[in-house]
């Protein structure tokens, strides 16, 4: 990346045990973040076996993940989710499709995870019927697509330890703290 122009954040790298590193072209306004192994946020979320599945992006469900994985979702992540679910139809595959049937299987294990994704998904909901920016025929598309989602992933069965945790709730807290990288 060096040799690209790019200058590392080492302190992200440091701070992070060397599982994300940020690279800056700051004259060009381009921010790269890389993470290795996994993404980790609020929840981690494997790359195991995935990269391969999409070109030349991540898959689009982890895509989405990225976004509804945060617990303090910011506005800049609504826009973003709103876009790939404008953009893209939920299946049960990958490939320019988001795999809702992978998002609902990696919910079904995790209760945390399912906490976040779907008080995410009904506030993407509700925030894109606000946006004036939005048709009428794209924030019915949002709402359809959210009701989907949600759907899916309240059908999927639930893993034992989904079960249990699910009993204490709200009353533990389920996600990791996460500073946003300036």
Same mark, same amino acid.
């Given at each position: 990346?060096?040799?690209?122009?790019?200058?590392?954040?080492?302190?992200?790298?440091?701070?992070?045990?060397?599982?994300?590193?940020?690279?800056?072209?700051?004259?060009?306004?381009?921010?790269?973040?890389?993470?290795?192994?996994?993404?980790?946020?609020?929840?981690?979320?494997?790359?195991?076996?995935?990269?391969?599945?999409?070109?030349?992006?991540? /898959? +689009?469900?982890?895509?989405? &993940? *990225?976004?509804?994985? $945060?617990?303090? @979702?910011?506005?800049?992540?609504?826009? !973003?989710?709103?876009?790939?679910?404008?953009?893209? /139809? +939920?299946?049960?595959?990958? &490939? *320019?499709?988001?795999? $809702?049937?992978? @998002?609902?299987?990696?919910?079904?294990? !995790?209760?945390?995870?399912?906490?976040?994704?779907?008080?995410?998904?009904?506030?993407?909901?509700?925030?894109?019927?606000?946006?004036?920016?939005?048709?009428?025929?794209?924030?019915?598309?949002?709402?359809?697509?959210?009701?989907?989602?949600?759907?899916?992933?309240?059908?999927?069965?639930?893993?034992?330890?989904?079960?249990?945790?699910?009993?204490?709730?709200?009353?533990?807290?389920?996600?990791?703290?996460?500073?946003?990288?300036?």
């Amino acid at each position: 990346m060096s040799r690209l122009g790019y200058e590392e954040n080492r302190e992200v790298f440091i701070v992070s045990e060397g599982e994300r590193a940020i690279f800056e072209r700051p004259e060009i306004g381009i921010h790269i973040d890389v993470f290795y192994e996994k993404l980790a946020f609020c929840h981690v979320i494997y790359w195991n076996n995935r990269l391969e599945v999409d070109h030349p992006s991540i /898959p +689009l469900a982890e895509m989405l &993940l *990225e976004k509804l994985q $945060i617990v303090q @979702i910011n506005e800049k992540d609504i826009i !973003d989710t709103i876009m790939l679910l404008l953009e893209h /139809p +939920l299946g049960d595959k990958d &490939l *320019e499709t988001i795999n $809702i049937k992978y @998002i609902s299987g990696l919910c079904a294990t !995790d209760w945390g995870l399912w906490r976040t994704t779907t008080m995410n998904l009904s506030k993407v909901q509700q925030l894109a019927q606000g946006y004036t920016q939005l048709s009428r025929e794209q924030k019915e598309l949002i709402d359809a697509q959210v009701k989907t989602a949600l759907a899916r992933i309240e059908k999927e069965p639930k893993s034992l330890p989904w079960r249990l945790r699910a009993r204490v709730g709200d009353r533990v807290k389920w996600y990791r703290e996460v500073d946003e990288v300036q």
